[in-house]
């Protein structure tokens, strides 16, 4: 989505001063930052001194309700005397603060099915009007496998600005020409970073590289491009007998974007609008003919598995997961990508 | 529970489940295995004795496997289950309500002396469980082991509500009860009578503050249906929320949808829930339901003078008729 400037430049932000420089951004655009709430921190719109966190791990839900919103009225109608149609799209200028380099990724691999064929007006408008501000990770969750799929929990150049913790201040790298637009509009918060903090920043960014608990060899999956092989294998039969067939998998994953569209009507109106929907639940598939071929756990959730796996990758040229470790983290029973990926490669 | 004991106890659970499944007692058992982190632990289903290997039991076995007796009616098969007292209660429901067959399942209890709840654990430390190395009991404490130090913390305040208010005896309609001879053993037959602080706020609130703080709660709802399907109790076969003919809510998760969604199955489980707080439990966006189920077992308890889970042969006041059932509409 962005343009990439091959000149990268690097600032310092004092922490004591992001939040001022909030208040600022407030005005002229819809920022989105992680707040803490119940225990739990999600992307929530910021207002002027409003609670933010850059002390997290990773948002219980990723960024892709930001640009597919779990419910989204796509245009509203009215047909009194003459059909009128109001479409509904989001022109406000946006910035989310605090994206992991596992969840920017996962909008890159979005944009593949949003921009595919069809444009999808609303996902993309979206995209485009939303600079990203990313945060490298210095400690990752014992659910985490990003390194996996070969990204850099420490280093991020799909964002537009990312930002590496240095402790009482943040290096601030650079990415695009809207990033740098961006801190010259702000000069007053950012100063020049110098090669001791550049270096620093390395230093830390390394360590995160390592120490994780889960993963697999990326090579393990070519696997599942050799869909006849694997269809019937006994591994969706296991999987299904514990399965419980929630939601939580898909609604959590960064990558997962099915979604239902509806029309609800009243007398001379309505509207159409589209909700997330899961691959998990019966319904999702069910035919008006009463036929789903679907029917059960199994199809459902070898279907999970080999569209991020296989499909996406046969039609996009990338697998569909980040290693961002959510379904790991909160499947009721413990169903683990790792350990599906190694069971079938184990053979 | 030290660590030793629960290691012996898994040896005998295999011994047993092996002659169960030798001695075609059962055609499969449901049981415990060891789950990609070492505190975690998931469902598995075991058919053949090769797989024997697998079975555990731990102090983080909180999953309650009789949800997996729900969606069997019309398979004549024998099925074994490793229970906790505490799941006990939701298979006596099942029994009681025709889901499965007595004779069709052997229950095979296992001495419990509490579940760690990783959430109460986490709020304690003030810091992620998942750093932690391992856990060990050093009673009443536990001792966290940390990479640089180890942290001991009452154990007490690790457990669900429900483990502070179980008596974790013998069921009458386990098939067998496995433990151990250990002094340690011993103690959890001591009953804690702590009471649940779980209702208190909720009873003291004005009607508005109520509302409020549950369409507050409501409103994060995604409506993933984890809380559902993972409910023992919840056995309908088509739920009423995913009918294709017609839709009582919409498919959109508006907090209003969410509300009917909640209150609905809350009313659903009524008189069939055992507060064994699985919906709870793996709700991803934390919402307190057992304060809605705790509340609506209280009301029958103290109307109807039920209990939900206790006797096979003591019918819900739904399904009942007596005359001195109190009549408040006259």
């Known amino acids: 989505m962005n ?3 091959p000149e990268r430049t690097y600032f310092l932000i004092k922490k004591s001063k992001v939040q001022s420089l909030l208040n600022n951004l407030y005005n002229e655009y819809k920022l989105f930052v992680p707040v803490e709430e119940e225990e739990v921190v999600d992307f929530r719109r910021y207002e002027v001194d409003g609670n933010f966190t850059l002390e997290f791990t990773n948002t219980l839900l990723p960024p892709k309700g930001l640009f597919l919103p779990q419910q989204e009225t796509l245009f509203t109608f009215n047909y009194e005397r003459d059909i009128s149609i109001e479409e509904k799209i989001e022109v406000s200028r946006r910035i989310i603060v605090g994206i992991r380099p596992c969840d920017s990724k996962s909008l890159t ?8 064929v069809n444009e999808d007006v609303y996902y993309l408008q979206k995209r485009n009007n939303t600079l990203l501000i990313g945060l490298g990770c210095t400690n990752p969750q014992i659910y985490c496998f990003c390194s996996s799929l070969e990204i850099d929990p420490g280093k ?3 964002v537009d600005i990312f930002l590496t913790d240095l402790e009482d201040s943040y290096l601030v790298s650079v990415n695009t020409e809207r990033g740098q637009l961006l801190i010259k509009d702000f000069p007053e918060y950012f100063e020049k970073a110098g090669e001791d903090e550049i270096t620093r920043a390395l230093e830390i960014q390394s360590p995160a590289r390592e120490g994780f608990s889960v993963g697999f060899d990326k090579k393990d999956t070519e696997v599942f491009m050799d869909v006849e092989k694997i269809f019937e294998h006994p591994v969706w039969e296991e999987l299904a007998e514990t399965c419980l067939g929630c939601g939580i998998c898909t609604y959590l994953c960064s990558t997962c974007h099915c979604f239902d569209i509806t029309d609800e009507l009243t007398k001379n109106e309505g509207r159409r609008f589209r909700c997330w929907d899961s691959c998990q639940f019966f319904s999702f598939t069910n035919m008006a003919s009463g036929h789903n071929p679907r029917p059960d756990r199994k199809e459902r959730i070898r279907q999970r598995f080999m569209h991020k796996l296989s499909y996406f990758v046969s039609r996009y040229g990338c697998i569909a997961c980040v290693g961002c470790g959510r379904c790991l983290k909160y499947c009721p029973v413990d169903i683990d990508i790792t350990r599906v990926i190694g069971t079938i490669t184990n053979e | 529970m030290k660590n030793q004991s629960y290691v012996e106890l898994t040896n005998i659970l295999k011994q047993k489940i092996d002659r169960l499944l030798s001695e075609k007692i059962v055609d499969y058992m449901i049981v415990y295995e060891k789950g990609s982190l070492w505190f975690k632990t998931r469902p598995k289903m075991i058919r053949k004795q090769t797989d024997m290997e697998k079975v555990i039991w731990n102090r983080y076995c909180q999953f309650n496997l009789s949800t997996f007796l729900k969606s069997l009616s019309g398979k004549d098969e024998n099925i074994g289950i490793i229970a906790k007292k505490c799941d006990l209660g939701s298979i006596v429901e099942l029994i009681k309500n025709n889901q499965i067959k007595k004779e069709n399942l052997y229950i095979l209890q296992v001495a419990c002396d509490g579940v760690i709840n990783w959430q109460k654990l986490e709020n304690l430390l ?3 469980v998942a750093k932690a190395i391992e856990v060990e009991e050093d009673s009443p ?9 180890n942290i001991e913390v009452l154990k007490n305040d690790c457990l669900p509500d429900k483990c502070l208010i179980c008596d974790f005896q013998p069921s009458p309609y386990a098939n067998d009860f496995l433990t151990i001879v250990d002094e340690k053993i011993e103690d959890i037959k001591e009953i804690k009578s702590q009471p649940l602080p779980n209702l208190e706020p909720l009873d003291n609130m004005s009607y508005e503050e109520r509302l409020g703080y549950w369409l507050k709660h409501f409103s994060r709802c995604m409506r993933c249906y984890a809380c ?6 919840c056995y309908c076969s088509t739920c009423m929320f995913d009918g294709q003919e017609g839709l009582w809510i919409s498919k959109e998760s508006k907090t209003s949808d969410n509300y009917v969604y909640h209150l609905t199955r809350a009313f659903h489980v009524a008189t069939l829930c055992v507060e064994c707080g699985e919906c709870q439990r793996v709700c991803p966006v934390n919402i307190p339901l057992m304060k809605l189920n705790s509340k609506l077992a209280k009301e029958i308890s103290d109307t109807f003078g039920y209990q939900a889970g206790l006797l096979i042969d003591d019918l819900s006041p739904f399904k009942t008729y007596c005359q001195e059932d109190p009549d408040e509409f006259k």
């Open chain 1, 3 to 5: 343009s990439n400037n």
């Open chain 1, 109 to 116: 691999i979005l944009d593949e099915v949003f921009k595919d």
């Open chain 1, 156 to 158: 991020d150049i799909s």
């Open chain 2, 126 to 128: 003030g810091t992620k």
């Open chain 2, 141 to 149: 404490n536990l001792v966290i082991k940390m990479p640089e130090r």
């Open chain 2, 228 to 233: 559902r399907n993972v409910c023992p109790v």
